[in-house]
């Protein structure tokens, strides 16, 4: 089977004044479709920025990044908005949901931010009704007109997760989804990943705790900007 995401030699520092500080020195990585790999590393070891680079949200200084074998680091313009939007989703350690949205508007933003306002109003229905399947599969159907902020931090994990899958994406990266929450909640986050999983959603994960890691299929860490796997 082909690979979903590939690196190769890649570079990337980072220009702070007249010094520089390189983190990623060489990554060679790759991963095939359905697979659930954890990354892992001490803090500041270059964990997020790889996986921002995976997803698009930066790019490297060189080397080569492949997705589905094409060259994601070259994606510009309307491939690289239609690779953010509907390719990768985004779970984050604290969560970045809207507080003055509810749980159910939260979920399907990405879907009106994909479409436009036309598109949008021939998808609500069908965009909404996914959304509230997904709220239910992640125990929330009691909270669909909550706000953020009367949520449980686990609670608004899951909407994340909830929100970050609500394009379908072929692809979620999820940086410290359970860094934030108490380890009997961060079990929860991180068995609703691995049903997603064996559904067979392709995860990337990062995490600085080794027991969550070791619940992915394989675990590479960053080391010194390079990559040395352990099974
Ligand atoms: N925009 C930036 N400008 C300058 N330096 C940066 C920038 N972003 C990250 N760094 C530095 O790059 C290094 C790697 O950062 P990164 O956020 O990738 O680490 P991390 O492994 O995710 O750490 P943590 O576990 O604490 O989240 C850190 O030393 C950080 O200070
Ligand atoms: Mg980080």
Redesign the pocket.
Known sequence: MSQILVSKRMFKSYRMGQSRLDVLKGIDFAMKPGEFVAIIGASGSG??TFLHILGALDKPDSGEVYFENQRLDRFRGGQLNHFRNKMVGFVFQFYHLLDELNVLENAVLPAMAATGTFGWIKQKKAVTQRAKELLERMGLTQRLRHKPYQLSGGERQRVAIVRALINQPTLLLA??PTGNLDSETGRGILMALEELNRDGQTIVM?THDERIATRAHRIVRLVDGIIVENG
Request: charged share 60%.
């Open positions: 964990k997020s940086d410290e990062v």
